[in-house]
């Protein structure tokens, strides 16, 4: 049964940094083989696409939002994906879910909590 679990996420002041980490195991097939993307849901709002990457980290994609802020990036060694996140603002403020995409299922991790203040 695959298991995706975040970490990294606290409070911190507006234009200062945080990274996130999402660890998986128990995949059915090679971690690298999956699309791993990062979601935010803030208060009263919907679940948002913030970054993705490929396999093979060929390709990365951001939502406009973050873009020049966030990076995301991926050690298939060592199984995890990681979020960059600079100059943060109030705005960022959200649970982050980590979520690999398969050819039969998609998994998703337990989030984690970021809190930015003004």
């Known amino acids: 049964q695959g298991q995706l679990v975040e970490s990294g996420g606290g409070l911190v002041q507006a234009g200062g940094s945080l990274r996130l980490s999402c660890a998986a195991s128990?995949?059915?097939?090679?971690?690298?083989?999956?699309?791993m993307n990062w979601y935010r849901q803030a208060p009263g709002k919907e679940r948002e696409l913030v970054a993705a990457i490929s396999a093979g980290s060929i390709s990365t994609n951001y939502a406009d939002s973050v873009k020049g802020r966030f990076t995301i990036s991926r050690t298939d060694a060592k199984n995890t994906v990681y979020l960059q996140m600079n100059s943060l603002k109030a705005e960022d403020t959200g649970v982050y879910y980590c979520?690999?995409?398969?050819?039969?299922?998609?998994?998703w991790g337990q989030g984690t909590q970021v809190t930015v203040s003004s």
């Open positions: 128990g995949f059915s097939f090679s971690f690298s083989f999956y699309a």
């Open positions: 979520m690999a995409k398969g050819v039969t299922r998609d998994y």
